[in-house]
């Protein structure tokens, strides 16, 4: 049987890195990478693994790259602190562990909830992630949002899901989109103008392609939320592009 260690990073992830450890008691190594936390997240986390490190935050993609490298083992999966592995998928992991496959790394299905609801629709699920690698052949995408894995070899998918549940409430949901409409407008800011007639069109658009394309409408009151949200992600985007081509110094 090959060993594995699972990689996760964390800032002030009290609320949630409970409920992710205790999914992965199982592997042979758990890194926990904290960039400062305030809360009890690294009292927490030192209760499950003695592998709790700090380093500075410089970008998601830099912080899961040296999560990553900090694993001893040639099998890692990587968790984000508010997932867990389901059952389903421990099975998967722990069969492959035991009889390898052809594949070098492995893309899974993601159940992400939303306000204690499982959304399977706007394109959320299946949502496969790839999370389950060999650390020598893996790279971490150059982008400062929505970073990825890229495997230089053969990938498969597995049928087991993550469980994802980073959207507690509206609050934190707002917040976050704050964040990630920030970073987004960094990264497009110097391909992408913006006009007053984006800030009209790009969110309609946003709109109907998850409401409507996606079947938001099937998950009730959640799919019209997470549209709206989705929207408004989009507006936030292009008005702080416009903001950072416009602003006088």
Partial sequence: MENISVSIITLNEEKNIDRCLKSVTWADEVVVVDSGSKDKTVEIAKKYTDKVIHHDWKGFADQKDFAMRSCTNEWVLSLDA????????????????NTPGESDGYYM??????????????????????????????????????????????TGYLKGDILHYTHIDLKSTIAKINNYSTLEAEEKYPEKRSTPLNFILNPAAAFFQHYFIRRGFTDGVEGLLISILHALTNLMTYMKIWEKRNTRQ
Avoid: M
Avoid at 83 to 96: D, H, T, V
């Fill in 82 to 97: 508010d997932e867990e592995i389901s059952p389903e998928l421990r099975a998967e992991i722990e069969y492959l562990l």
């Fill in 109 to 154: 299905p993601r159940k992400t909830y939303f306000n204690g609801k499982w959304i399977r629709s706007c394109g959320w699920y299946p949502g496969y992630q790839l999370r389950f690698f060999k650390k020598s052949l893996t790279r971490l995408t150059d982008r400062k949002v929505h970073e990825g894995f890229e495997v230089n070899g053969k």
